[in-house]
């Protein structure tokens, strides 16, 4: 193996665009993980080569017209990362920091992300340079149809070709104006036209369990950590979710959800920041009562018993065992790394921690869940949505009533030879069939679970010295490389 090939040098991005030295660009960042673990793997270095590229990237501008008939130059990208598998995948950001850069490493994450948790499709992410504030509906519905047009117009969108999803900024109601705008251009005869996108709202094919898909894998990662009694003992913390103290950056579509299916698992929440400040209480906040002061107030300082931060960044530092980073990249760098004093970083977000971070965190022995297992949650649903979309029928439509009454038979022949009789809500209990939330959110912890002991065997296999992140990679550039092995290359 050729560790030069992999190697970037400072202050200079894979795409030969010179930087500042002291910030390293996000896409360097994602590389040198990459190149981390390719070196571990051993496999080809040209192919090796061929994975870290991204495959296509389209950057375009397009006008808006503002609500006051002005005119509006917008910028945005759509970067396909991997056609190993087809459709690409990955989110839309609408933010004022998206740029090339940012785009490109979100792609190669979602990349590196759909292979460990066996989801069969390329990584791709697309943004818009916006701070959607400054938009009103009507005009956010403008540029995301027109968006959507150029991408119809280029081919970088379809069921088969490229699928997006939600991401920073944006929900449902920008999926259902997509999925809108592209049945529109298509015309009646596509028929798998709805599986284009996925994060809809449930009436236009969105699937039951989206929503709080990614904060809901975040948990499942986190308490599937924290069931290893061996692992939580070299981290000094006690088995199990049970009192554990919490932080969380970010209360957004992420970070509210994971805070929550934390909370009610028995973990503590004794920090929560957000743009405006953070709360800090070491007796514990209640996630859902944060969220209404906030939506009452505007902000979630002055939260009833909680003290005030005003330097939001500061509460990445409060005293816990947790710290769930669920807003931005960035957030922990070299310049705070050393301050953290949480001993796991639960990486709910991408890209939050650098990698002059990671090395610091690593010589201080905290534990880093990696970004490209820990929020792969929502791709994971996202998956099952485009699955729902492409057979056109709801999970647990045809079984639902024929399981529950094979239960129910099955019931009465127990009470019948053991002359038991189980109560009305014993029998609804035992008997009840899987409906749709049900089997996405058993989906989804069968995925998150298995992926966890994937990484983490692969950290075994390698002397247990490994982190993380790098084992993540190695089992996902695995998955890859075995890809091209048997498709070979074409032409
Ligand atoms: P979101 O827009 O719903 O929420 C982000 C929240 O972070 C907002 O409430 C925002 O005010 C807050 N925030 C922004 N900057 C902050 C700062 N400096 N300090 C504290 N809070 C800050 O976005 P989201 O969908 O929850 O995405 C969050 C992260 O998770 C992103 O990195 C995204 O790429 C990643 N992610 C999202 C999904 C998904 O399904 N939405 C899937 C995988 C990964």
């Given at each position: 193996m050729d560790q030069a090939a992999f190697s970037v040098r400072p202050g200079v991005t894979s795409q030969g665009g010179s930087i500042l030295s002291t910030k390293v660009s996000f896409l360097a960042q994602v590389n040198r993980s990459f190149d981390r673990a390719a070196v571990i793997s051993?496999h080809?270095p040209?192919?090796l080569a061929q994975i870290r590229e991204c ?26 990362h991997s ?17 090339e850069d940012e785009v490109m490493a979100l792609a190669a994450l979602m990349t590196y992300k759909?292979?460990i ?6 990584g ?205 990249e960035n957030q922990i760098t070299a310049d705070?790394a ?7 970083v639960?990486e709910?977000a991408n890209g939050p921690t650098t990698a002059d971070a990671d090395e610091i965190l690593a010589k201080?022995?905290?534990?880093v869940?990696p970004d490209l297992f ?81 990484v983490?065997?692969v950290?075994?296999?390698n002397?247990?010295d490994l982190d993380m992140r790098t084992a993540a990679f190695v089992n996902s550039i695995?998955?890859i ?11």
């Amino acid at each position: 193996m050729d560790q030069a090939a992999f190697s970037v040098r400072p202050g200079v991005t894979s795409q030969g665009g010179s930087i500042l030295s002291t910030k390293v660009s996000f896409l360097a960042q994602v590389n040198r993980s990459f190149d981390r673990a390719a070196v571990i793997s051993g496999h080809d270095p040209r192919l090796l080569a061929q994975i870290r590229e991204c495959n296509s990237v389209y950057r375009l501008t397009f006008p808006v017209k503002r609500d006051d008939g002005s005119i509006e130059v917008v910028q945005a990208w759509r970067a396909e990362h991997s056609h190993h598998k087809l459709p690409t995948k990955g989110g839309i950001r609408y933010s004022t920091m998206v740029n090339e850069d940012e785009v490109m490493a979100l792609a190669a994450l979602m990349t590196y992300k759909c292979a460990i948790v066996d989801v069969p499709f390329g990584g791709a992410k697309g943004g818009i340079k916006i701070d959607r504030r400054e938009f009103s509906a009507p005009e956010l519905e403008r540029i995301t149809r027109r968006y959507t047009f150029e991408l119809v117009k280029k081919m970088f969108i379809g069921p088969g070709v490229d699928v997006p999803a939600p991401d920073y900024g944006t929900g449902p109601t920008e999926m259902a104006w997509i999925v809108d705008t592209y049945k529109s251009l298509m015309g009646g005869g596509e028929l798998n036209g709805e599986a284009c996108v996925t994060g809809k709202p449930i009436a236009q094919g969105g699937i039951n369990g989206r929503l709080e898909a990614t904060g809901r894998g975040v948990y499942f990662g986190i308490r599937e950590a924290c069931d290893i009694a061996e692992d939580m003992r070299d981290l000094g913390l006690s088995r199990g979710l049970e009192g554990k103290r919490v932080v969380v950056q970010g209360l957004g579509n992420v970070g509210y959800h994971a805070a929550n299916f934390l909370q009610q698992d028995g973990a503590v929440v004794v920090g929560l920041a957000e743009f405006e400040g953070a709360i800090a209480n070491p007796s514990g906040l209640d996630v859902q009562k944060v969220v209404a002061h906030r939506r009452e107030t505007g902000s979630i300082l002055g939260f009833p018993g909680a003290t005030d931060i005003e330097n939001s960044r500061e509460a990445l530092e409060l005293e816990c065992d947790i710290l769930v980073p669920a807003a931005l990249e960035n957030q922990i760098t070299a310049d705070n790394a050393g301050r953290i004093q949480a001993r796991m970083v639960a990486e709910a977000a991408n890209g939050p921690t650098t990698a002059d971070a990671d090395e610091i965190l690593a010589k201080r022995e905290v534990a880093v869940l990696p970004d490209l297992f820990l929020n792969a949650g929502g791709v994971t649903v996202s998956y099952f949505e485009w699955l729902k979309n492409l057979s056109h029928v709801r999970f647990g439509r045809m079984e639902k009533r024929f399981d529950e009454k094979a239960h129910r038979q099955l019931l009465s022949a127990v009470e019948k030879a053991t002359g038991t009789d189980f109560s009305d809500q014993d029998m609804s209990l035992f008997a009840s069939g899987a409906d749709e939330e049900d089997l996405v959110n058993s989906g989804l912890e069968e995925t998150m679970i298995d992926a966890f002991h994937q990484v983490r065997e692969v950290k075994k296999r390698n002397g247990g010295d490994l982190d993380m992140r790098t084992a993540a990679f190695v089992n996902s550039i695995d998955k890859i490389v075995l890809c091209y092995e048997e498709l070979g290359i074409f032409p």
